[in-house]
């Protein structure tokens, strides 16, 4: 549903970005994006948002009104809303007032919160109130961008299990930027490796086992090692060189 | 974890102090208990040295013959016309030159281009001692109350102009990718995120604005009017009635008190969701 071809976006004479990217993403994927920092993997995501217009190449969503949600990795609530009114702000206005919100505050699990303030909420319930408010206007694909590398070991293992639940009941599709080769293991259908400055997609690995998956599976540790094979090609490479 | 916009925040508003929230009536009772025992004690020796003969009477009369005069303004009813008169002024002024602020802070703050070219303008009308304009004032507007009123307006106008373009310029450039990602208007960006995120600063110039509008109102007062508390400074002067004077000014200072209490009650209302440390608890 979504197709990227030849996308390129770099800065600092072509130092830094990503280029001659290719994508195709299916309806209900979980894709991962992983790389080391600086690959452009960030950057890749805030053009396919839409936040950064200054790219080559086409981005074709199909069968959408282009409903885009985006998770960052900030909760980025607004300090002056409650968690209910955080949580409807991406709705017209017709239905921000609705009750529509609770839905979704409770597929977070934050029921007794609605009418906190971001100030008295933990890092993991606020990660969760962006959730549900990336979810609310129900996008046909769900950006997230590194948005678990804040948070606390045991936060972040909640955070994986929600967002696998999440999609179990709603199969929303999701872009997944990490660089944390087990989150992109545990979540992601097939997982893009970016390497290099400015990134280019350097390999692409299927993750062939039904979510949710276990933590710790034979599976997943046999691809782990071939993952962090794949990335340190390039530091061997330099090694040599010296 | 913190969010960079709450730091944002916490670091903006460290100057102005607040209404203590949940501290409770009785702390907030031992509060006042405390910041009067020194007035109190003050206002006794000030009475007995002056009713002993220490202090002349004619140059500081005694405590007791200032509220008397006050209540005996308020039984002929000259009090309430000479209060009300100022406050009528103080609203004016303050409502027109927080609104002018409102407007051209909001477009400098909001356009580059603007700012360029409006910008140096304001910063080198703001140079210029307000008092200064006394003078032209009275030449264009006689010395009725559009005189008044005006350089009350420019008073509060430069306080508040600040705080608006350095509150709408301060707001977290990520929040406005948020509302980007959800295709805000320029006009639904401006309402639902510009504007309550630079409420805090809009609220420290209203109060630094309010206290400016005080002052000028006493200059404008002082400088040719038939009624009104800087009236009664002159009378008082005239008449030799220290009584009357410091009357005047103890009047000023309470509503200038209360009316700043006024906007501190608003600002703690709106404000409740910030992470300060006068919202902890």
Known sequence: MLNVKKLKRTFNQDTAGFQDVNLSVKEGEIIGIL?????????????????????????????????????????????????????????????RNTDKYKTYLDLVGLADFENHYPKDLSGGMAQRTAIARALITEPEILLLDEPFSALDAFTKMQLQD?????????????????????????????????????????SEVSVEKPKPRTRGDTYLSKQKAHILNLLNVEKKAAGEQK | MISETHKWKVAQRASPQKLSSSKGIFQLGRGILIGTILPIILLIAWEIA???????????????IILEKIISMYQDGSLFGHISITLTRVFFGFAIGTGAAVVIGAIVGYSKTAERLLDPLFQAIRSIPSLAWVPLFILWMGIGEHSKI???????????????VAGIQGVDRKLIEVGRIYQ???????????LPAALPSFITGMRSGLGLGWMFVVAAELMG??????????????TYSPDTVIASILLFAVLGKLT?????WIEHRSLQWQDSITNQG
Not at chain 1, 75 to 85: D, G, I, Q, T, Y
């Open chain 2, 184 to 194: 805000l208007t320029p006009y639904q960006l401006t309402k639902r995120i510009i």
């Open chain 2, 50 to 64: 002056a009713r002993t003969g220490l202090l002349a009477a004619h140059l500081l009369p005694a405590p007791t």
């Open chain 1, 35 to 95: 790389g080391t920092s600086g690959c452009g993997k960030s950057t890749l995501l805030r053009v396919l948002s839409g936040l950064d217009q200054h790219y080559e190449g086409t981005i074709s969503i199909e069968n959408s009104n282009n409903q885009i949600g985006m998770m960052f990795q900030e909760p980025r609530l607004l300090p002056w809303l409650s968690v209910k009114k955080n949580i409807s702000f991406g709705l017209e206005k017709e239905e």
């Open chain 2, 225 to 238: 009017a038939s009624e009104g508390l800087g009236y009664l400074l002159v009378v008082g002067q005239n």
């Open chain 1, 162 to 202: 929600l967002l696998i639940s999440i999609w179990q009941k709603k199969k929303t599709t999701m872009i997944l930027v990490t660089h944390d080769i087990d989150e992109a293991l545990y979540l992601c259908d097939r997982i893009f490796i970016l390497k290099g400055q400015p990134g280019e997609v350097y």
């Open chain 2, 150 to 164: 005006s350089l009350i307006a420019v008073g509060v106008f430069f306080p508040v102009y600040l705080n608006i």
């Open chain 2, 260 to 264: 700043d209490a006024l906007l501190k």
